[in-house]
């Protein structure tokens, strides 16, 4: 089975300090590892993905997100928060070769104060 | 702009009286997934289509059917909705590919009277 933990259910930071979001992963095999993120009464939004190759993956809206197998951890980072960063992130994972089902965290509510 | 779109944004339904949700995209996706989401919660997969071959969660209940009569549509029934069913209801779409990646659409919210 496989499965993701984030860890903080709210994360406030300060406008133009930087912010990290934590997930951990458990899989049986290699991940691939996914962050959405989602504002109120929208769909998930693609930021980023790892799939094998250079552990730190830059995606959309100068987000980035360094993977660590050893860690087993995915956190998604930012160099300086903006106030339209606030909104819910959720880490997803799959197990390469398995069915496509993707399995979700229980989300983080990141909030950037101004 | 290619894209996943629901319609509607936003449904009340009654009590019981069947309701049916609509995904459409323009992607030309071969898998088109239907998620259940609560309250800010984790999004739950339903079921999923794969080209015509459809895959349901052992836990969807049965209230819950879903229709793919093309590549580009794809309809969610809720046969007699609950009051426990409401919820924010979310389509998506990936091409196979390695890693695939699941685009989403706006989803639907639906409010159960």
């Known amino acids: 089975a496989q499965s993701v933990a984030q860890p903080e259910d709210q994360v406030n930071v300060a406008e133009g300090n930087p912010l990290t979001v934590k997930c951990t992963y458990s899989?049986?095999?290699?991940?691939?590892l996914f962050w959405y993120v989602q504002y109120p009464n929208r769909g998930l939004q693609f930021l980023l993905k790892?799939?094998?190759?250079?552990?730190l993956v830059k995606g959309s809206y100068g987000f980035e997100a360094e993977f660590n197998k050893s860690q087993t951890s995915f956190h998604l980072k930012k160099p300086s928060a903006l106030v339209s960063d606030s909104a819910l992130y959720f880490c997803a994972v799959r197990a390469s070769g398995s069915a496509r089902q993707l399995t979700f965290g229980s989300g983080t509510q990141l909030t950037v104060l101004p | 702009d290619a894209m996943v779109i629901q319609n509607p944004r936003y449904q009340v339904t009654q009590f019981g009286k069947p309701v049916t949700l609509s995904c459409s995209q323009t992607?030309?996706?071969?898998?088109m997934y239907w998620y259940q989401q609560k309250s800010s919660q984790a999004p739950k997969l339903l079921f999923h289509y794969y080209d015509k071959d459809f895959n349901n969660e052992a836990d969807t209940p049965d209230n819950f059917q879903s229709r793919r009569p093309n590549t580009s549509f794809c309809f969610l029934d809720i046969r007699s909705p609950g009051l426990g069913d409401a919820a924010m209801y979310l389509c998506?779409?990936?091409?196979?590919?390695?890693?695939?990646?699941?685009?989403f659409g706006p989803g639907t919210r639906l409010l159960v009277l």
């Open positions: 998506a779409t990936s091409r196979v590919a390695v890693g695939e990646t699941q685009y």
């Open positions: 992607l030309n996706h071969n898998v």
């Open positions: 790892y799939i094998t190759g250079d552990n």
């Open positions: 899989v049986s095999g290699n991940p691939y």
